[in-house]
């Protein structure tokens, strides 16, 4: 199966400040789809298909990468960007999901 | 508006089984897949499998085969899944998420606690 590490595992931003997370894939992967979910909460569709936002995402997000590599960036990160942020692959079965990375905001 | 209506929460003794189930509405129940995925205390996400309800063919992640059984009823739109033998392990939030191209609509999540 295809193994998603994703990192940092915690990432720690202030307001204002431009994040990134990445994702990297055991295999190559056709795209990378992102949730985020906060506690308490199902997952949200966050990014789809490497690149597009999902309904109601702020255009402060964005996401790219190809192959083994990808990544979800925050231009200015808000306070209610605070979550856990999963990649998962969708190119082979099993479908997986990284481990996620916690973003919060100091 | 697409929704996924899921069951509440179980409470069941090891080596039972639970059968949860996830009600769709607002779209054509027999046109997507409709997938399982686990999430254990403070963990991380893990897929089960899936099944499509237009011809109840499905998919499992080998970990969980004869662990999960996966059944749709299309006249109630609605899809279930049966965990048996349960251990400590299988103590869990449970998400029904369709499957488009990605998973964009997710149910509420089922508690399953297994305790003696």
């Known amino acids: 199966q295809i193994v998603l590490s994703q990192s940092p595992a915690i990432l720690s931003a202030s307001p204002g400040e431009k994040v990134t997370m990445t994702c990297r894939a055991s295999?190559?992967?056709?795209?990378m789809h992102w949730y985020q979910q906060k506690p308490g909460s199902s997952p949200k569709p966050w990014i789809y298909?490497?690149?597009n936002l999902a309904s109601g995402v702020p255009a402060r997000f964005s996401g790219s990468g190809s192959g083994t590599s990808y990544s979800l960036t925050i231009s200015r990160v808000e306070a209610e960007d605070a979550a856990t942020y999963y990649c998962?692959?969708?190119?082979?079965?099993?479908?997986?999901f990284g481990g996620g990375t916690k973003l919060e905001i100091k | 508006e697409v929704q996924l209506q899921q069951s509440g929460t179980v409470l069941a003794r090891p080596g039972a089984s639970v059968k949860m189930s996830c009600k769709a509405s607002?779209?054509?129940?027999?046109?997507?897949?409709m997938h399982w995925v686990k999430q254990r205390p403070g963990q991380g996400l893990e897929w089960i499998g899936a099944?499509?309800?237009?011809?109840?063919?499905?998919s499992y992640n080998q970990k969980f085969k004869g662990k999960a059984k996966l059944t749709a009823v299309t006249s109630a739109s609605t899809a279930y899944m049966e965990l048996s033998s349960l251990t400590n392990e299988d103590s869990a939030v449970y998400y029904c998420?369709?499957?488009?191209?990605?998973?964009?609509?997710w149910g509420a999540g089922t508690t399953v606690t297994v305790s003696s």
């Open positions: 998420t369709r499957g488009a191209r990605y998973f964009d609509v």
């Open positions: 607002g779209y054509s129940f027999t046109s997507y897949w």
């Open positions: 099944i499509y309800p237009g011809n109840s063919d499905t």
């Open positions: 295999s190559s992967v056709s795209y």
């Open positions: 298909a490497t690149s």
């Open positions: 998962q692959q969708w190119s082979s079965n099993p479908r997986t």
